[in-house]
């Protein structure tokens, strides 16, 4: 098991369970430091794989939970919390985490050549008058500061075997002891040398909690043949809580290319005015679509664009629910697509009907075939087309004048999100309500059991968008991914 993976969880984990209680009148009036200017940064190492930096003061997850009136659920909060800190090696004894952990936390992951599994770093201010004793619990007294103590805890699981606290207050801790030495060592040269994300940072001064990693942890589009390896690029995911949803927004960022945060409002801004979608949306054009998300689509789909002779240009739109599903595409005046020719309907019965300017067509066949000596009639299902205001819709339903308004509008709609000068845009949105399942959970072997029982998250949205114009050298994606918390 990868320590990458652990530490997402930890990420999240701490996100939604480490809050405060009581956070004091003044603290909330003082200005909040913004993320670049913490101290902590300069205890972070280079050529780390998975960097979280936060400076979050309170949840509201917490609060929330204050209401809930129902002493099972809290006491599963604690739980969960008491056994990521199992897990690290943490003891609190009567301690509260509240009042040792003082606002600024890393959790930095390394590849260790000589393991399977990456090494971890993690590195939080307490306050003055606490000190590793509160966070070990062990039988012998440890008060040092400037030393590197080794953890140990016989028959129990701990990642962190080697702990340090500094003379500012911070708590240094490792699965390797030379990170540590690492971590130290980075601190006082700190001045010296440019910080790794300080460009990456830029637009992201006001964020709380922030995740950089070299590349996205689920994508459509991210791959070796449209971004290399070893180019600069990081992604950064930054995190919000609202109405029990869990809000990961990640951004392909690259300092050395000029794109930071600031390069996707003009993209947000189009995609933020465009309505909510209930249903699977994916649009693209050809040559995207067939590299990247032939997976996402049904069979009939799939054999329709075998057989679709159009331009590599040309603009597709996808619908898909449960049960029903659309195609969308504009009409080639020149080289018009004869849905009859395709194989799938071979031997369909044809009808069409005009109104107004808008053209329906249905396609059906049903069949008598003989099986145990019996007759049966075998219906296919129904294929329509509708071609309606230079569009040309197909589906497996029939299609009324106010659903055919709405489709034709976010088909344009999207159209007009891609610039003139663009040669690349995609866009994938999925709806998966029904998931129990979260894909940073499913190799967390040690921790998933313990989790899945008590706190229910599922995946309730997933959206990705590429994009790339003349004259810009690169693209940028956007991906973002909402899990409900129960």
């Known amino acids: 098991m990868k320590l990458r993976v652990v530490a997402i969880i930890l990420l999240l984990s701490l996100l939604l369970f480490f809050g405060f209680k009581k956070v004091s009148a003044n603290k909330n009036k003082e200005q909040s430091t913004n993320i670049e200017q913490l101290n902590i940064l300069k205890y972070i190492p280079e050529n780390n794989k998975l960097l979280f930096i936060s400076n979050l003061d309170s949840f509201n997850i917490v609060n929330n939970n204050e209401k809930d009136k129902n002493p099972t659920n809290k006491d599963n909060f604690v739980l969960i919390k008491d056994s990521i800190l199992d897990y690290l090696g943490i003891d609190l004894g009567n301690n509260k985490l509240e009042d040792i952990y003082n606002n600024e936390l890393i959790i930095s992951t390394f590849e260790n050549n000589k393991k399977l599994k990456d090494d971890i770093l993690i590195v939080f201010k307490i306050k003055p008058e606490k000190t590793i004793d509160d966070l070990l619990n062990l039988p012998n007294k440890i008060d040092q500061i400037d030393e590197i103590i080794s953890i140990n805890r016989e028959n129990k699981i701990n990642f962190l075997n080697y ?39 830029v637009g992201l001064n006001n964020e709380k909690n922030i995740l950089f990693t070299n590349k996205f942890l689920e994508s459509k589009f991210f791959n070796k043949e449209i971004f290399p390896e070893n180019n600069g690029d990081k992604i950064a995911t930054i995190f919000d809580f609202k109405n029990k949803q869990l809000i990961l927004k990640s951004y392909l960022l690259n300092n050395k290319k000029n794109i930071d ?9 189009k995609e933020n005015s465009n309505e909510d979608n209930p ?16 997976p996402l689509i049904n069979d009939f789909q799939l054999s329709f664009f075998e ?15 449960n049960k029903d599903w659309l195609i969308t ?68 339903h029939l299609i009324d004048g106010k659903k055919l308004e709405k489709i034709s509008k976010k088909f344009f709609n999207l159209k007009s999100n891609k ?25 967390l072997q040690d921790l998933n059991f313990l989790i899945k029982n008590i706190l229910k998250i599922s995946n309730e949205e997933s959206l990705e968008i ?8 690169n693209p940028i994606i956007y991906r973002e991914t909402i899990l409900n918390i129960l």
């Open 163 to 201: 702990i340090y606290r500094t003379d500012d207050n911070y708590i240094i801790a490792s699965s390797d002891k030379k990170l540590i030495k690492n971590s130290i060592s980075s601190s006082k040269n700190f001045k010296k040398k440019k910080f790794q994300y300080e460009g990456e940072l």
């Open 261 to 269: 945060i600031l390069t996707y409002e003009k993209l947000m801004n």
């Open 279 to 294: 249903e699977n949306l994916i649009f693209c054009d050809m040559k995207n679509f067939d590299k990247h998300l032939n």
């Open 307 to 321: 057989e679709f002779n159009q331009n590599n240009n040309q603009n597709i739109l996808i619908l898909n629910s």
């Open 329 to 396: 595409f504009e009409k080639n005046n020149e080289d018009q697509f004869d849905l009859s020719a395709l194989r799938k309907l071979k031997d369909f019965n044809k009808y069409t009907l005009k109104q107004n300017e808008d053209i329906y067509s249905i396609y059906s066949k049903d069949i008598l075939e003989e099986k145990d000596d019996v007759i049966k009639q075998l219906t296919y299902e129904n294929i329509y087309s509708i071609e309606s205001g230079g569009l040309q819709i197909i589906s497996n």
């Open 419 to 443: 610039d003139k000068s663009a040669f690349l845009y995609s866009k994938v949105d999925i709806k998966d309500g029904n998931s129990n399942k979260i894909e940073y959970f499913s190799n």
């Open 466 to 473: 590429i994009s790339q114009s003349i004259p810009e050298k």
